[in-house]
């Protein structure tokens, strides 16, 4: 029986999805295993119920990555936290050095590449928690794979055993610095 996967990128750069497509030929080995049923890559907007392996990118930076990964926790089965800053929190925790407000200030206002000019959105963009965060903060994670981006390789690997309901081994040497 196929199991249903999603994935979805919060707070980073998308990096890891990219990583994940570097999969290439593989993607090819592990579809049939599977139904897509929630990415960037497929449309759907609301995290669909009775998802069995959710693949989650980036950390929780604001209210809306807040209230995405409670829901997805809550319809996963198996939570995987993809690469550093799902693990940890890595470059996007880097703004809790600032705060919220002082990093939109420096971003919109004081920027060299900017005119000084800028003023801060205030509508249609979601509100900045105090602290970015890794996924563990704020739900159970089952599964962790690190790498700023996670080498291909070991994200094949991960998920290849997820679908076939056999226990993650990360390979020593597997994993990228971030």
């Known amino acids: 029986m196929k199991k249903r996967v999603a994935t979805v990128w919060l707070g980073g750069c998308s990096g890891c999805h990219m990583s994940l497509l570097d999969i290439d030929e593989g993607l090819l080995e592990i579809a049939p295993l599977m139904d897509l049923v929630k990415s960037p890559l497929v ?35 198996v939570l995987v936290a993809l690469g550093d800053c799902a693990v940890t929190g890595n470059v996007t925790a880097l703004r809790n050095l600032l705060g919220p407000a002082a ?3 420096q971003a ?15 509508v249609e963009i979601p509100t900045l928690l105090p602290q970015a965060s890794p996924l563990s903060r704020h739900v159970k994670v089952d599964v962790y794979v690190p790498g700023c981006p996670p080498p291909a390789d070991l994200i094949f690997t991960a998920l290849k055993a997820l679908l076939e309901g056999r226990p993650l081994e990360i390979p020593a040497g597997a994993l990228k610095n971030g």
């Open 108 to 122: 919109y206002r004081k920027a060299p590449t900017n005119d000084g000019q800028g003023t801060v959105p205030s």
């Open 103 to 105: 990093m939109l200030d």
């Open 43 to 77: 449309d759907g907007k609301e995290f669909p119920e009775n998802v069995d392996v959710a693949v989650v990118e980036g950390c929780v930076s604001t209210d809306q990555d807040r209230e995405q990964i409670l829901k997805i926790r809550e319809r996963s089965k």
